[in-house]
């Protein structure tokens, strides 16, 4: 994948295993976003293939890849003066015919997916009301109110407190069938609650498998170049 002449990803081969989290890692600039872009169809290609369920995600209509994958970008935020609530509901449209309204099985959505995520006492904020942190979290909810069986996540707990982080990891691993890829740069949060890593590193893939085998003190020096080891199941590094 390129940008003009600058390359971004080349030969990157993955088969992301269904109902797993797969924690995409690498340092700056690597290629990490790129990749779930390609993904998530929003960028096409410049060589090579990507599917999602055996199929070519150039073929998706923009309907049928809303019902396949959810997208939590990088940085939130929202083109609307939505309250949190109707930003969530957002999350129900791939799912309603033309003209039709939201059901109570959609409402009921909704505000199961708030109270998961810790937004529901923000439903009536708006996007001015709310901190970076929490509008993470709306951007969170919506994308699982969307119900997908893929969901692609861009530094989801990059912006939110510890206890946050922790929380919205645990949803993630608690959610039965889903399948999760989710660029973080947290070593050790990635390691208790990922199952795979797909380590990037010069624009290739380094590695690509358990991620307890993947974060070995010889890959972290050679992507982040530092020193690190394992103690007690966590990685420390040497300063």
Known sequence: MSYGRREILRDVSADVAAGRITAVMGPNGCGKTTLLRLIGGLLEPTAGVVTVDGRDVGSY???EMAQKVAFVRQHAQTDFDFSAFETVLMGR???QRRL???????WDIVERCMRQTGTWELRFAKPAQMSGGELQRVMIA???????????MDEPVSNLDIAHQIDVM???KEAEGKTTLIVIHDLN????????LLLLHDGRCLYHGPIAEGLTEGNIGTVYGVKAHRVDGRIMFDY
């Open 61 to 63: 209509r923009p309907r």
């Open 93 to 95: 449209n791939p799912w």
């Open 100 to 106: 039709q309204n939201e059901s109570q099985e959609d």
């Open 142 to 152: 919506r994308a699982l109110a969307q119900q997908t069986p893929v969901l692609l």
């Open 170 to 172: 645990r949803l993630l």
């Open 189 to 196: 949060l990635a390691l208790q609650f990922c199952d795979d």
